[in-house]
């Protein structure tokens, strides 16, 4: 992700000059999967979300980083849940579902945000179906729960 941000800078460097380089998208689309990168990081990580001042980048190319990152962030929750870390599961599910709050929010033309409507809509998509994934989770591991409980009864403690 070091070199990632150095390619952007030098990016950014070479097209100062250039506005209509500079703007025509190919250095957003770097700094949007800058962003989804530093973000899952966090989210994996458990660290603070960065903001775009703390990644140096454009609101737009963030926003839509964000939504992404929501995406990573179902595949971590499912890699949790495959091993049954159904807690840890529901944190990053709560970590979802608070980026997806702060996308709702952003209420400007998508020429401005980048389509950052459609990939909001993925995003709450992504968030409902690894919610039911929890879910059910959370419920057999509840019920796998309730037949240990009652077998160490029926069989005695410590058999």
């Known amino acids: ?58 609101d737009a190319p963030y926003l839509n ?33 608070d980026l997806y709050a702060v996308l709702v929010t952003m209420d400007y033309p998508d020429a401005i945000t980048g389509n950052l409507r459609r990939s909001t809509d993925v995003a709450r998509s992504l968030i409902e179906k690894t919610r039911g994934d929890v879910s059910v989770a959370r419920v057999s591991q509840d019920l796998h729960d309730a037949l240990d409980r009652h077998a160490r009864d029926v069989l005695g403690k410590g058999e």
């Open 65 to 97: 980083g964000m939504a992404e990152a929501i995406g990573e962030g179902r595949r971590h929750v499912l890699d949790l849940l495959r091993v049954g870390r159904v807690a840890q599961g529901e944190d990053v599910l709560g970590v979802m579902d």
């Open 1 to 58: 992700m070091d070199e990632a941000r150095a390619a952007i800078d030098e990016g950014l460097d070479a097209v100062a000059d250039h506005p209509d380089i500079r703007f025509a998208g190919y250095l957003q689309d770097a700094q949007k999967e800058y962003a989804e990168a530093r973000i899952t990081e966090s989210i994996v990580a458990r660290t603070d979300v960065p903001t775009p001042k703390d990644l140096d980048v454009e």
